[in-house]
């Protein structure tokens, strides 16, 4: 959501409250009151109820008695997360560089992550996601075999960001080639 003024001048800058809503699954917000600039977090786990269902989630955006409601549908799919190592080894040859080349990040060997599985379907190209208490780390690899077997990371500062803002790849893992910074692709 993005918050904008009312339209009658009154409330812009007033914190907008953010609660969201869905049967056959637990929500939580972080961040449930923001600014102008600032951003909310919605997380959505399933109940095993919804396996294989659409779940429908109102996200509503309360401010001085002005509501604006999001509804966005999430498809839930059965599928076991078996690449979490695989994900966090990819991650983690990007981390040592991280910090050597932009220690202003705060991403280091020390930082905590917990992560989730997206986009199970794709079986070529594997997709992760991290988040710490300040970023977000979309990861991207190809299982392939030398000089194809790529991995990529995308970086969102959670909470006034609302998608990445930089991007890395490694362009073969076994190859132990260097992390190189690579432009920001439209899907982000």
């Known amino acids: 959501m993005v918050i904008e003024d009312n339209g009658d001048g009154t409330g812009y800058g007033d914190a907008a409250e953010i609660s969201a809503t869905t049967s056959g699954a637990s929500v939580s917000v972080n961040n449930p009151a923001i600014k102008p600039g600032e951003v909310a977090e919605v997380n959505v786990i399933p109940d095993q109820r919804s396996t294989n269902k659409i779940l429908t989630i109102n996200i509503n955006g309360d401010r001085n008695g002005f509501r604006q409601i999001e509804t966005v549908d999430i498809e839930v799919i059965d599928w076991e997360d078996n690449l979490g190592e695989l ?102």
């Open 87 to 188: 994900a966090a080894d990819m991650r983690d040859n990007f981390v040592p560089w991280l910090a050597t080349n932009y220690p202003e990040l705060g991403i280091y060997s020390e930082t905590e992550w917990i992560g989730t599985i997206v986009n199970p379907r794709i079986l070529v190209v594997m997709h992760y996601m991290f988040y710490s208490e300040s970023w977000e780390l979309y990861v991207t690899w190809h299982v392939m075999i030398p000089p194809y077997d790529w991995t990529k990371i995308y970086i969102r500062p959670r909470f006034t960001d609302t998608r990445s803002t930089m991007a890395f790849e490694i362009s073969s893992v076994q190859g132990e080639e260097e992390p190189q910074s690579i432009e920001l692709p439209d899907w982000i």
